[in-house]
């Protein structure tokens, strides 16, 4: 086993790795680019060098610096975690010339399963059944939109090169894959150097099912079961589990045997997941084709670690190290479900758009034996527009699917992150959506169930509001507290005059609500847009607990700045209090003015002042995090301003283009 170790990565999947690696006795090395000077991976190493700028391809890219730092470390081997250099050959290739072992695959079969086209023709060879599509070199223009015709509409516009979503885009007819290819190319150039595409029937009702491989260097090759990765928007997976719902037995080994014999055609070793969509009936009809080999370690790995009971980091070290597989197949058993929610800063009700911004309240539940916690980012930390925007892997487990979604439903209730727009409301509703209970899954659930899962706000219940006002009393008596003279006093008392309520006054989306308190004996009586209510609280820390009338409640109420935000009842709401000194807002009259809705680069200005366009038409391509964003015409007008060229920084918010309505 190796004594040292370099963890070419950052965020969760680089804390993951520290965390087995101190386990089993491993030293590790963490690199950091500027941005993550003091991020929670570097500390959690014994030793951090620095490596270059925010920008992947300045830091978590250069392969060169990587090396030069584990040969002045003695790490005997690097762990490339997943994206950046892990399903880079040439990188695995440098390691082995340089005496460093790579924690992965032989070059040769990340370089045979790199590529999408290539691996198809492989599968193609072997028997392997393919969705009906267009795999080769080929990459004129022209050519690829007859093979999108060919194919017949919608068609799967896909990275060769690719992963995790990006260089992804789906075209429904002719007029749309000119657009979607060029989009796919930039996309696959930006994060992979490689604008090589492959195109594909694009399946409406589908299924994501991959397999879990792993192989040694002894020839023992095994599958360590399916996970379902259906639950996907922008073609990146939200929601995992293991196993896949209504699988049979049969088709189980079947598709366990089809993903070993992928492997071992490439003579695979370490750690690997066999992509493949299916029909979404394919446990009885039997229809599934292979997508892709990631030659890496998945994301949503620790589904497959709850059901198998095994760390596949540690299994990935050993057989790097030239151990044998700790288990073979046969040894291999499913205990129970788990369910993996992917904790995002993005906007679900904006086009699940990425967001940054700082981490100023972070609650989570408590971690046990059946609830675990992936992440690599801490209160007070940075989500920047440089890296994925996801915060954290919620992972749970149970003895039966209903129970590990009833603790998914309940452990998604004690998260809430504050500082930006996150997706935590949004997992809320998957969980406890009855089509997902039911295991209706398929690629297009999100879509299909878009109205239930992302339904205008809620109007606040008296509950909650009763909740953030009492809070609020509560806190304005804390800080008053210090000065014990009767003018500090947050109760309603004025000098000669009857007691008077105190009033919080709050917005909830595009509504303003007043609640009044007056102390009455031991307790309150609350003024609440529905009436009048008797209420009790106390509170301990970020809790109270309410008592409304003849029901007694607990909540938890975040506060940073003006923001509000209530846990109640499974429910999440979001308040702005208003501040009763600040001067009244202005009317914003942009209503031909488009702005950015996120921080990031533009990629590509389409149109020009005094351009007439139509309601759709695109305008302006940003990009964010490697995934594109299209600014379109919500009206028929003429364009009277563009504020930005091509390739320049914009923040969120920022003026893009002016419209004259027509």
Known sequence: MFSKILIANRGEIAVRVARTARRLGIQTVAVFSDADRDAMHVSMCDEAYYIGGAAPKDSYLRGDKILEIARRTGAQAIHPGYGFLSENEVFARQCAAAGVVFIGPPPEAIEAMGLKSESKRLMEKAG?????????????????????????????????????????????????????????????????????????RYLTRSRHIEIQVFGDTHGNCVYLFERDCSLQRRHQKVIEEAP???????????????????????????????????????????????????????VEHPVTEMITGTDLVEWQLRVASGERLPKLQHELTINGHAFEARVYAENPRNQFLPATGTIEKLRTPATSDVVRIDTGVREGDAI?????????????HGETRAQALQRLALALD????????????????????TAF????????????HSEDLLPPLPAPTDAALAACALFELHAVQLAASSDP????????????QPEQAIRFSYVHGEHALVVGITSSGAGYTLQLPSGKHCAAASVEGERIALTLGEVRLAAQVLRHGLQRVVLIQGERYEFSAIDPYAPPQSEDSHGGHLTAPMPGSVVSVLVKPGDTVTKGQALIVMEAMKMEHTIVAPIVGKVEAVYFAAKEQVKEGAELVALTAL
């Open 128 to 200: 392997v059944p393919l969705v009906p599509g267009y795999h080769g070199v080929d990459q004129d223009a022209a050519l690829l939109a007859r093979e999108a015709e060919r194919i017949g509409f919608p068609v799967l516009i896909k990275a060769s090169a690719g992963g995790g979503g990006k260089g992804m885009k789906v075209a429904n007819n002719a007029a749309e894959f000119e657009q979607a290819l060029a989009s796919a190319k930039r996309e696959a150039k930006n994060s992979f150097g490689d604008d090589n595409v492959l195109i594909e």
């Open 437 to 448: 209970a039911n295991a209706e899954i398929d690629t297009g659930f999100i879509a299909r």
């Open 414 to 433: 004690e998260y809430a992150v504050v500082g930006f727009a996150n997706n935590v409301e949004f997992l809320q509703r998957v969980a406890r959506h």
């Open 485 to 496: 003279s009767s003018w500090a006093r947050a109760d309603g008392f004025w000098l000669g």
């Open 384 to 396: 920047t527009p440089n890296y994925d925007p996801m915060i954290a892997k919620l992972i749970v």
């Open 244 to 298: 896949a719902p209504n699988m049979t037995p049969e088709r189980r080994k079947q598709m366990g045997e089809a993903a070993v014999a992928a492997a071992k055609a490439v003579n695979y070793v370490g750690a690997g997941t066999v992509e493949f969509i299916a029909e979404h009936d394919f446990a009885e009809s039997g229809r599934f084709y292979f997508m892709e080999m990631n030659t890496r370690l998945q």
